[in-house]
Every structure is written in structure tokens, then in C-alpha cells.
């Protein structure tokens, strides 16, 4: 089993809707990360979190630590949010980061 | 731009072959993370350097072997290569550790015919 699971995989919406994308994690963790890897490849980060909640224009990412989950929102979503997002996180253990398999997302116009 | 610059773009090499990719950080950034990505295994952590050591090694075949340099560039060496070693390598930085922002490089494509 995965240590990081994102879900959905896949999700496909239309422009305006509320997007939301899921991590759990099965380790104890220091901080987690969202990035962001469009379709031409390039990877952008996205959030840093240990606790709470961030928001950057759009974006808002929380973090549950005792519940071992985060979720990252996207309001009013537009085309070129069209991207794969990925969810990482840093253990405890040995600050080895570990990535989720990613959840691909396509906004229609 | 994130201020991290890969090269070669692109590499495409033959099985037994030695590449070697380079990555130059963000100005002021002490930390280099190399990472993997392939389409069965998605991102995998192969290796951290901060200020020229090696601070965490993650899953790094005994093939390839890394280094930074004292101007603070780094080098990913990978030896005897095979098929399965193709994949998209990314080099990304930090001001100190983990816990900071990663700036990632736009990648090298490598590919082992």
C-alpha cells in the first residue's frame, strides 16, 4: 500500500466549478507539499504546510495532522488550472519526501 | 522560471552508456534535490545535497552517484544504464531544507535505447 494516496486519479469539470482534490497518508509527518506539474511537464510548488490552512488567489490548501489528510481547493476553476497535482510529504521518521501518484485534472471551457 | 536551469534538455543514449546531468540552483539557495520521474513509479526522491554534503539519500541505485560542487552546482552521474532508466530527472532547490519552498528545473528527458 501506498504510503500517500490522492484522490481522486482523474477528474474532469466544468469552468467555474469548486474543485476538490484529497492526500492521505499512512506516516507521521513534518510538512506536506502540493505541487502542481502542467502538461508540458514543469512542477511549481504550490504550498508548504505543517498545520492549518493556506490560501494563494484561488488555491487553498489544509492540513489535518491527527486525521492524516490534506486536500487542496481550487475555486472558480479555469481551464488553465488544467494540470496534475501532486501531493508530497515529509516523514518524520527521516525527512525523506514521498510523493502521491498525482490526480490529473482537466477543466472544460 | 523558477531560476533553476537543467541541461541537457534532452539526452538519448544507449544501454551500458554514462550520462551525466547538471543543474544550477537559485541564486542563494543552499539545497539541491535530484528527483525521478517515470511513468510506472511517478516522483521518486533520489538524493539531497545541502552546502556541498550529501544530506539525505532516498531511492538512488548504487548505478548513479551525485555530487555539489563549492559554487554550489550539482551533477547527477548515471552509469551502465539500462531501458528502465528512462524517465524525466528533475533537479529542484531550496534556501535550506525541507521544509522550505522547492523550486524545481524544468527537467532532462532522458531516454536508453
Known amino acids: 500500500k501506498n504510503e500517500v494516496e490522492q484522490s481522486p486519479q482523474n477528474l474532469t469539470a466544468q469552468e467555474g466549478e469548486f474543485i476538490t482534490i484529497n492526500c492521505s497518508y499512512s506516516v507521521g509527518v513534518s510538512a506536506l507539499h502540493w505541487l502542481q506539474q502542467h502538461p508540458g511537464g514543469g512542477i511549481v510548488s504550490l504550498f508548504m504546510?505543517?498545520?492549518g490552512k493556506k490560501k494563494h488567489g484561488r488555491l487553498i490548501a489544509t492540513i489535518n495532522i491527527q486525521e492524516k489528510h490534506s486536500s487542496l481547493h481550487i475555486t472558480a476553476s479555469h481551464p488553465r488550472d488544467s494540470a496534475v497535482y501532486i501531493c508530497?510529504?515529509?516523514?518524520?521518521?527521516?525527512?525523506?519526501?514521498?510523493f502521491g501518484k498525482g490526480t490529473r485534472l482537466h477543466i472544460l471551457p | 522560471d523558477s531560476g533553476v536551469t537543467q541541461t541537457p534538455k534532452h539526452l538519448i543514449t544507449a544501454t551500458g552508456q554514462r550520462v551525466t546531468l547538471r543543474c544550477s540552483p537559485r541564486?542563494?539557495?543552499?539545497?539541491v534535490y535530484w528527483y525521478q520521474q517515470s511513468l510506472d513509479q511517478g516522483l521518486q526522491f533520489l538524493i539531497q545535497y545541502y552546502n556541498g554534503e550529501e544530506r539525505a539519500k532516498g531511492n538512488i541505485l548504487e548505478r548513479f552517484s551525485a555530487q555539489q560542487f563549492p559554487d554550489l552546482h550539482s551533477e547527477l552521474n548515471l552509469s551502465s544504464l539500462e531501458l528502465g532508466d528512462s524517465a524525466l530527472y528533475f533537479c529542484a532547490s531550496s534556501v535550506e531544507d525541507y521544509l522550505d519552498t522547492q523550486y524545481f528545473g524544468p527537467g532532462t528527458r532522458l531516454t536508453v535505447l
Open positions: 508530497a510529504v515529509i516523514p518524520n521518521r527521516d525527512d525523506k519526501i514521498i
Open positions: 504546510l505543517s498545520s
Open positions: 541564486s542563494g539557495d543552499l539545497s
